[in-house]
């Protein structure tokens, strides 16, 4: 119940709690009274909270402890969810388990990367034997190779590629050889878009969308241009009017962090054309998409040519990685050896853990399964995303809450509507939903049913997941709905 219905019926009560003690009534009476009536709103309030705290008492410890060491006690922005967020020490298959003894079901798969789930059989088995042989040479190395190789049969438009250890390294890379093949400064990217940390597009991520994300950014956000998703009429008015500075458009096939959004029909499409037109370069973030949506990656499926585009995730089989790929004609200026003129050649790293071998294996080894077992792994974990988007309409619908789920593939997210927003196309609609509802459903599935969601982020299923596990997050669901959290 409403914190608020809880005051409007308290505060009668209390007054005529209080007037009683100034009759004849015994005094001691009126305090227990007093007091059973405040346990009683303790009982009550935040129950979710407190439930939760009594779960996780010792990750309440860690995480006070991690505060001394870390700003915010965090090593990644969007970890912390309120009160603390629970300390893993262990993840298999579909689970987490937490260092108090709680297991939950794993909807956020770690970052969305782990598409077989945790630690699959074959991958951990082909690691420990690598880790015997070493973890980082340091130098040039087979499996590298054969990773390379797999990925280009997969995905022939990487004719080239770099690997580094980040998906927000691969990003900035490839803003990089835009500008440098380009000749030009301006990077356009989405409202809301996602491309990891790097100071090259990190602008208009969190809402409000048109003031900096931050101290340090001002001078890198002077090049970066932002446009909204799925309006392709003002984007391209937007573009037109930089159109000769230019160098690059960054775009994710589907807004992840954003909000799970699919690209209208033409605006992907309506993007690159302009781009080819225009000899700006048109970049495709697949650090979520690629061998998620298909293992040929969302430009197969929305027959896009991307000039580049970037890896990450899966690519790496649960271990750092970040790839940029792309035309021969491109990625060659960064080729460092036949060229020995500075001037001529656009600098792109890697890094010390670039290719390491142990990261090779591991994403050698789930791209290995995923081909072999394409046709298994993919109608199934895109059968359960279509059930788990209709059945959780349905429930929301039958509720009348008024509820919108999007996504497409093995991901899907809630978007809680109102009056101010109907439908989901963008990151601005995704801002005017009620994100506090969002927020109290995925810390109620934690809290009480055990069902990880990172809260407010999109969800994503892994090979691992069954339907009786959708079926559980769909009665939890109900039981959240009838027990009026939401
Ligand atoms: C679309 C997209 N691009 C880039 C990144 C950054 O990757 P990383 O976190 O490996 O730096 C992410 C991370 O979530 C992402 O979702």
Request: include cysteine.
């Amino acid at each position: 119940m409403k914190f608020r219905v809880y005051i409007l019926v308290a505060w009668p009560i209390y007054i005529f709690v209080m007037n009683l003690s100034y009759s004849n009534f015994p005094k001691f009476i009126t305090y227990k009274l007093v007091l059973l009536f405040f346990l009683f709103l303790y009982m009550h309030i935040d129950k979710l909270n407190r439930t939760y705290k009594k779960n996780t008492k010792h990750s309440n410890l860690l995480y006070k402890k991690s505060l001394r060491f870390f700003p915010g006690g965090i090593s990644h922005n969007i970890r912390f969810f309120s009160p603390y967020p629970f300390f893993v020490k262990r993840a298999v298959g579909k689970y987490l388990f937490d260092v108090d003894g709680n297991t939950y079901t794993d909807y956020w798969m770690g970052h969305w990367a782990l598409i077989l789930g945790h630690s699959p059989k074959n991958v951990s088995l082909a690691l420990s034997k690598q880790v015997k042989n070493g973890t980082l040479y340091g130098t040039v190395n087979t499996v590298s190779v054969e990773l390379a190789e797999t990925i280009q049969k997969l995905m022939p438009k990487a004719e080239k590629m770099r690997f580094a250890t980040t998906g927000s390294e691969a990003t900035m890379y490839a803003v990089r050889l835009a500008r440098a093949v380009t000749k030009k400064r301006i990077v356009a990217k989405i409202i809301g878009g996602w491309h990891g940390f790097n100071s090259s597009l990190l602008e208009s991520v969190n809402y409000p969308f048109d003031i900096s994300e931050g101290l340090g950014l001002d001078v890198d956000n002077k090049y970066i241009q932002s446009i909204p998703f799925n309006d392709l009429h003002t984007s391209l008015q937007i573009l037109n009017k930089i159109k000769d500075d230019l160098a690059c458009i960054i775009v994710e096939p589907i807004l992840g962090g954003a909000g799970c959004i699919t690209p209208n029909n033409d605006y992907l499409q309506g993007l690159q054309e302009f781009s080819k037109k225009n000899n700006i370069i048109f970049i495709l973030d697949e650090i979520v998409t690629g061998f998620r949506l298909s293992i040929h990656g969302a430009y197969k499926m929305f027959k896009l040519d991307p000039d580049l585009f970037t890896l990450g995730k899966i690519a790496g089989g649960g271990l750092p990685i970040g790839i940029v790929c792309g035309k021969s004609e491109i990625l060659s200026i960064s080729n460092p050896i036949d060229k020995n003129n500075k001037n001529l050649i656009c600098s792109i790293g890697g890094g010390t853990f670039s290719s390491n071998p142990v990261t090779m294996i591991a994403g050698l080894k789930t791209l290995e399964f995923l081909q072999t077992n394409k046709k298994t792994i993919y109608s199934k974990i895109n059968e359960l995303g279509a059930y788990t988007r209709k059945e959780l309409q349905k429930i929301f619908d039958e509720n009348n809450i008024d509820v919108k789920i999007t996504g497409i593939g093995s991901l899907f997210n809630i978007h809680f509507l109102n009056d101010n927003v109907k439908e989901i196309n963008n990151s601005n609609d995704v801002a005017l939903t009620d994100k506090e509802k969002l927020r109290k459903y995925h810390f109620a599935l934690i809290s009480k049913y055990k069902i990880f969601f990172l809260p407010l982020k999109m969800g994503a299923i892994s090979y691992q997941h069954s339907k009786a596990d959708i079926d559980k997050l769909l009665t939890s669901t109900r039981s959240i709905i009838e027990s009026k959290i939401l």
